[in-house]
């Protein structure tokens, strides 16, 4: 049994720590990519398909997004809000 409560604690440990930074040379899915900006999957999509978000690229049928149109959408959308 202690083993089984180790590996609970573990994975609830995991949920707790923040996130590790996107690999500007890497891809996201899009529920991953929806989770990180704050929005629901499908609101995702409504907003590439009316240009509001970078669009996905194809790799073996899955839509992934380029992490650094991710960082970029990021840091533009602090700009704005920052009023700069």
Do not use: C
Not at 19 to 40: D, K
């Amino acid at each position: 049994m202690t083993q089984v409560n180790a590996t609970i604690n573990d994975s609830n440990q995991a949920r707790d720590e923040q996130p590790a930074p996107l690999n500007p040379q890497g891809y996201s899915r899009i529920q991953p990519t929806a989770e990180l900006i704050g929005l629901h999957h499908q609101t995702l999509r409504r907003w590439w398909k009316a240009d509001k978000f970078p669009k996905p690229i194809n790799i073996n049928g899955i839509p992934m997004f380029r992490n650094s149109d991710i960082l970029r959408f990021i840091e533009n959308q602090q700009s704005v809000s920052e009023g700069v």
